[in-house]
């Protein structure tokens, strides 16, 4: 039963960095200055992007909560988390149209690999 648990935190994490990633690029950077950080937090938490990554932070946080308690084991649930990695990377092929590099798959291809030796065990 925590697997489901963790599967609503996988996608609130994943859906949390895309949302806020695409937030990012329509609020824009982060500015050096103190009045000009006032107005960026004000545009930035009136995006409706940035508001939805906000939200699905604290649904997979609350998931978490729940996978947590229920889990037998924090070492068998939490590396399913790095899956978040994976699943970040391919979706900003995707929607963000990014380029990977091959040493960045070789990394990707890792976190798969521990992943799996970890739900073998």
Known sequence: M???FVLVTLVGV???ELLLRKGMLIVGQFPQGFPEIIRFF???FSNPYVLGAIAAVIIGSLAWFAAVSRADALS???PIMALSY???VLFSIFIFKENITF????GVACICLGVFFVAKS
């Open 86 to 88: 994976v699943l970040v």
């Open 76 to 78: 068998r649930i939490y």
């Open 14 to 16: 994943v859906a949390a």
């Open 103 to 106: 040493l960045r798959w070789v």
């Open 42 to 44: 004000l545009k930035a």
């Open 2 to 4: 925590p697997y489901l």
